[in-house]
Antibody
Framework: EVQLVESGGGLVQPGGSARLSCAASGFTLSDYNMNWVRQAPGKGLEWVSYISSSSSTKRYADSVKGRFTISRDNAKHSLYLQMSSLRAEDTALYYC???????????????WGRGTLVTVSS | QSALTQPASVSGSPGQSITISCTGTSSDIGAYNYVSWYQQHPGKAPKLMIYDVSNRPSGVSYRISGSKSGNTASLTISGLQADDEADYYCGSHSSSSTLGVFGTGTTVTVL
């Protein structure tokens, strides 16, 4: 089955760190660009970060730049998001989302995980 | 990078057609044909409905269509059905350093 499964969420204190993981199965991870998208409780979607298939290009939303780091391990079929200096406003459901294939130009997300909840609170 | 602007809510009766607008700028919607639309039911992950302005992924109903004019994109749902009741988000590639942006979201209600 083609799917993405996120893990690593939980309760984190302000200023703390967390590492999210996303396990991909049913397709070849190295063929796709990947993203993290988050959704605060009761709010809309917010794109967080992008990584190209070979990890050569990484991009971040202004709201997380300098605090979050995206990475991937294609051999382990996994995507990661290292989050540091966490703030209350980072509280959200974090989705792993498959982007366009490496040979295609575009910007869309055709496969989503169920998300992992990160709560930043003391 | 500000979110794209969508109406907060749109409603229609079963069988009717509705259109959701998504307004951006010349740096995102107006600059690229990379507009996508997502449907999200409560407690569920978003689902891709339209990509590259007007293309439907396999399995998405023919009742769903997308278009773009200038800095505004639109999603039309024809023959409205109860299961269409959900939140809808547009998205676009952006020339800014942040790469991409989503819309503010629209709640569709089937009367």
């Amino acid at each position: 089955e083609v799917q993405l499964v996120e893990s690593g969420g939980g309760l984190v204190q302000p200023g703390g760190s967390a590492r999210l993981s996303c396990a991909a199965s049913g397709f070849t991870l190295s063929d796709y660009n990947m993203n993290w998208v988050r959704q605060a409780p009761g709010k809309g979607l917010e794109w967080v970060s992008y990584i190209s298939s070979s990890s050569s290009t990484k991009r971040y939303a202004d709201s997380v730049k300098g605090r979050f780091t995206i990475s991937r391990d294609n051999a382990k079929h996994s995507l990661y998001l290292q989050m540091s200096s966490l703030r209350a406003e980072d509280t959200a459901l974090y989705y792993c989302a498959r982007g366009v294939p490496m040979v295609v130009s575009g910007w869309y997300f055709d496969l989503w995980g169920r998300g992992t909840l990160v709560t930043v609170s003391s | 990078q500000s979110a794209l602007t969508q109406p907060a809510s749109v409603s229609g009766s079963p069988g009717q057609s509705i259109t959701i607008s998504c307004t951006g700028t010349s740096s995102d919607i107006g600059a690229y044909n990379y507009v996508s639309w997502y449907q999200q039911h409560p407690g569920k992950a978003p689902k891709l409905m339209i990509y590259d302005v007007s293309n439907r992924p396999s399995g998405v109903s023919y009742r769903i269509s997308g278009s773009k004019s200038g800095n505004t994109a639109s999603l039309t749902i024809s023959g409205l059905q109860a299961d269409d009741e959900a939140d809808y988000y547009c998205g676009s590639h952006s020339s800014s350093s942040t790469l991409g942006v989503f819309g503010t979201g629209t709640t569709v209600t089937v009367l």
